[in-house]
């Protein structure tokens, strides 16, 4: 039993870790769209080009040629396309501007939304009747946003209204990011997906703006800016959340997804001048527990559903 615990305590920890990355990501992707003024094509083609390439060198060295069967079915290939330009590339689009027209902090807030989103997408095309937690969560998470873009003055928006829009989308996106890849995970490495699915959107996002035209003053800032985004927003994180899985189960993993809006959150305020009041603290508080709320309610539900 000790050794059980002692494991579940390990995944928790590295899964904490890959989710307090996406966090530090987060905060320097509003430097670099604010302070640096970096053309979001441009950004968005390196970024995306140049991940894809490692996540594929890594997987070539994991798993050698079989990285290439995910192209031996068109259905695959659909839905690798589908995940490339709906999941990834508009959620990353979509992502940028809310942080751009905004702040990360509240961008990472409306994008942790995907979860309710995927059970409204569920009601929509699938019919399928939804949950009281579910309705629960639901209520909760639209009272916590709603304290995290008023911050208390309900008269007027904290936020500029193209970055709550925005940021909107970014949560529908990152459901689509979630929902999409899922039939080529029943016959891929979960890297390998995401690996081809990162160059495809990077090949596509250099169609409409070559990385090697129009370059932007290139500055340490800008370096070390852009390989953070890229290492500490795509590559380590994932890896360290494969790796939490050998030790605890998805859905214990999956709770410490709450980690990435508080370290924004609290990066934001230490490093951007974010001023944060006890009323969007609050709001924060609101939507995390109604994410947890909604992803347990979820899991007693499946668990009857087997039983």
Same mark, same amino acid.
């Given at each position: 039993?000790?050794?059980?615990?002692?494991?579940?305590?390990?995944?928790?920890?590295?899964?904490?870790?890959?989710?307090?990355?996406?966090?530090?990501?987060?905060?320097?992707?509003?430097?670099?769209?604010?302070?640096?003024?970096?053309?979001?094509?441009?950004?968005?083609?390196?970024?995306?080009?140049?991940?894809?390439?490692?996540?594929?060198?890594?997987?070539?060295?994991?798993?050698?040629?079989?990285?290439?069967?995910?192209?031996?079915?068109?259905?695959?290939?659909?839905?690798?396309?589908?995940?490339?330009?709906?999941?990834?590339?508009?959620?990353?689009?979509?992502?940028?501007?809310?942080?751009?027209?905004?702040?990360?902090?509240?961008?990472?807030?409306?994008?942790?939304?995907?979860?309710?989103?995927?059970?409204?997408?569920?009601?929509?095309?699938?019919?399928?009747?939804?949950?009281?937690?579910?309705?629960?969560?639901?209520?909760?998470?639209?009272?916590?946003?709603?304290?995290?873009?008023?911050?208390?003055?309900?008269?007027?928006?904290?936020?500029?209204?193209?970055?709550?829009? $925005?940021?909107?989308?970014?949560?529908?996106?990152?459901?689509?990011?979630?929902?999409?890849?899922?039939?080529?995970?029943?016959?891929?490495?979960?890297?390998?997906?995401?690996?081809?699915?990162?160059?495809?959107?990077?090949?596509?996002?250099?169609?409409?703006?070559?990385? $090697?035209?129009?370059?932007?003053?290139?500055?340490?800032?800008?370096?070390?800016?852009?390989?953070?985004?890229?290492?500490?927003?795509?590559?380590?994180?994932?890896? =360290?959340?494969?790796?939490?899985?050998?030790?605890?189960?998805?859905?214990?993993?999956?709770?410490?997804?709450?980690?990435?809006?508080?370290?924004?959150?609290?990066?934001?305020?230490?490093?951007?001048?974010?001023?944060?009041? $006890?009323?969007?603290?609050?709001?924060?508080? =609101?939507?995390?527990?109604?994410?947890?709320? =909604?992803?347990?309610?979820?899991?007693?539900?499946?668990?009857?559903?087997?039983?």
């Amino acid at each position: 039993m000790q050794t059980n615990t002692s494991k579940i305590i390990k995944g928790i920890f590295w899964a904490a870790i890959a989710s307090g990355m996406w966090g530090i990501s987060g905060t320097v992707l509003q430097f670099i769209s604010q302070d640096e003024t970096l053309p979001i094509s441009w950004f968005l083609s390196v970024r995306t080009l140049g991940a894809g390439i490692i996540l594929l060198t890594i997987s070539f060295i994991k798993y050698r040629w079989q990285i290439f069967d995910i192209f031996k079915s068109w259905r695959l290939i659909g839905w690798l396309l589908a995940y490339a330009v709906l999941g990834l590339m508009a959620n990353l689009i979509t992502f940028f501007i809310s942080v751009k027209t905004g702040n990360a902090a509240a961008a990472t807030i409306l994008q942790y939304l995907s979860p309710l989103f995927i059970v409204l997408g569920s009601l929509v095309f699938k019919k399928q009747k939804p949950f009281t937690s579910d309705l629960i969560s639901f209520l909760l998470s639209l009272a916590g946003v709603f304290l995290v873009i008023t911050q208390g003055n309900f008269s007027q928006l904290a936020i500029p209204l193209a970055s709550l829009l $925005w940021g909107i989308g970014s949560g529908i996106t990152a459901a689509c990011y979630i929902v999409l890849p899922k039939p080529v995970l029943r016959t891929a490495s979960p890297i390998v997906v995401l690996g081809w699915g990162t160059f495809l959107a990077g090949v596509f996002f250099n169609l409409y703006h070559p990385f $090697w035209l129009e370059v932007p003053t290139i500055t340490p800032a800008v370096v070390a800016s852009v390989g953070t985004v890229i290492l500490l927003g795509t590559i380590l994180p994932f890896s =360290l959340l494969l790796y939490s899985l050998h030790f605890a189960p998805s859905d214990v993993v999956s709770i410490m997804d709450a980690v990435q809006p508080i370290v924004t959150s609290i990066l934001s305020v230490i490093f951007l001048s974010l001023k944060m009041n $006890w009323v969007e603290v609050l709001g924060i508080c =609101l939507v995390l527990i109604a994410i947890y709320y =909604l992803q347990r309610g979820r899991r007693q539900a499946e668990l009857e559903n087997i039983k």
